[in-house]
């Protein structure tokens, strides 16, 4: 195993640089690189069948860790947690001669978590937080908690919109201590339980992905981190309607994936409703405003006053040509009311048919 100064020097690699597996001989040239973690670095490379992520490390034991939770996540689901796995080789480094164990594994294009939320708005958070619960349901059925569940180990594929793992270097097997992790995404930072490897530490690093999701610039732990948690929570609106849930994240009350995906669809259901509501009270609102009992009062009294005074009142369709013009536009504006109603009710049910499609 190297240490820390010689694995930089080895695993650093240039643009252009090419690098050949000593066994399989496949061949794969650095393009740019795209992340580095405590074991590795990770590299867009061009091989044979175009771009792939090929991951780099000085640390034998954790690329062979890997490459099984890898292989681990295309049992699970056909590789749609994490992915694929391409290839496993060592390469001989031509200046140093050193052997350097590495991987090659799909390259998953997309937005990371936090730019897509950035770019597309807050109402996707509802929606890949489920995700990201389906995901770690499956995973944690087959032994494994993710560990350093954060959001740059998570993009956003598109077309259809879907949820990956990228960068499954603190995956553990459950009952293990965690191996990596992140202060802000670790309840022990916060005092709120231990790095043991279990579902409820991936679901408390959830609760705080949607934290952090409305607070990207992270905040620090200050005295008592649980507290400091749910005053968080109870002061921005978004986080404050999905309050339940993610108190109870963040306390380690749910023991399963399974059950925080079906309150926090219970939450955004409730949520839905409530606006379908407020929007509804508005329109019969908006509907009531358009007859004023003053207006035909006044044509009224104008009307008896003419007729006392002996001046002709105008009869048929000249008598009401002004009041049917200001009903017309009344009219005119309660369609509007309608047709925004319904354009709202339609928006429900695909969000309805999505999160049943492909969530479910």
Same mark, same amino acid.
């Given at each position: 195993m190297m240490n820390n100064t010689s694995m930089n020097q080895t695993c650093n690699l240039l643009p252009g640089t090419v690098v050949e597996g000593k066994w399989h001989h496949n061949k794969y040239r650095i393009v740019k690189p795209l992340g580095q973690g405590a074991t590795g670095i990770v590299y867009l490379a061009e091989g044979r069948s175009g771009l792939a992520a090929l991951k780099v490390s000085g640390n034998s034991m954790s690329i062979t860790s890997e490459v099984n939770v890898l292989k681990h996540?295309?049992?699970?689901? @056909? $590789? $749609?947690?994490?992915?694929?796995?391409?290839?496993?080789?060592?390469?001989?480094?031509?200046?140093? @001669? *050193?052997?350097?164990? %590495?991987?090659? =594994? *799909?390259?998953?294009?997309?937005?990371?978590?936090?730019? %897509?939320? $950035?770019?597309?708005? =807050?109402?996707?958070?509802g929606v890949l937080t489920v995700q990201l619960l389906s995901n770690l349901e499956e &995973?944690?059925?087959?032994?494994?908690?993710? @560990?350093?569940?954060?959001? *740059?180990? &998570? =993009?956003?594929? *598109?077309?259809?919109?879907?949820?990956?793992?990228?960068?499954?270097?603190?995956?553990t097997l459950n009952g293990r201590s965690i191996k990596e992790f992140t202060d802000f995404f670790d309840r022990g930072y916060?005092?709120?339980?231990t790095r043991r490897a279990e579902p409820s530490y991936d679901l408390f690093a959830a609760? =705080?992905?949607?934290?952090?999701?409305?607070?990207p610039k992270r905040f620090k732990k200050q005295d008592e981190g649980g507290r400091q948690l749910l005053e968080v929570i109870q002061d921005?609106?978004? &986080?404050?309607k999905h309050s339940a849930v993610l108190k109870k994240a963040l306390l380690g009350k749910y023991q399963y994936a399974a059950d925080m995906k079906k309150d926090f669809l219970t939450s955004l259901y409730e949520q839905g409703s409530a606006a379908q509501k407020q929007q509804k009270s508005r329109v019969q609102t908006g509907q009531a405003q358009t007859a004023k009992?003053?207006?035909?009062?006044?044509r009224q009294s104008r009307t008896s006053k003419q007729a006392k005074a002996g001046r002709p009142v105008p009869? @048929?369709?000249?008598? $009401?040509h002004g009041p049917v013009r200001v009903k017309a536009k009344k009219r005119s504006r309660a369609g509007g009311w309608v047709e925004t109603i319904m354009i709202l009710a339609a928006l429900c049910i695909i969000y309805s048919f999505y999160v049943y499609h492909y969530l479910m």
């Open positions: 996540f295309s049992k699970v689901q @056909g $590789s $749609s947690l994490g992915p694929a796995l391409v290839d496993v080789d060592d390469w001989i480094h031509p200046r140093t @001669g *050193e052997r350097v164990p %590495f991987y090659v =594994m *799909e390259y998953i294009s997309g937005k990371q978590y936090l730019d %897509f939320i $950035s770019n597309q708005g =807050m109402e996707w958070i &995973l944690h059925r087959a032994g494994w908690v993710f @560990g350093d569940l954060k959001p *740059e180990n &998570l =993009m956003v594929a *598109e077309r259809p919109v879907k949820l990956r793992f990228i960068d499954v270097g603190g995956t916060w005092g709120l339980g609760a =705080m992905i949607v934290i952090n999701s409305v607070h921005h609106p978004y &986080l404050r009992p003053s207006q035909v009062h006044g009869s @048929g369709n000249a008598a $009401s």
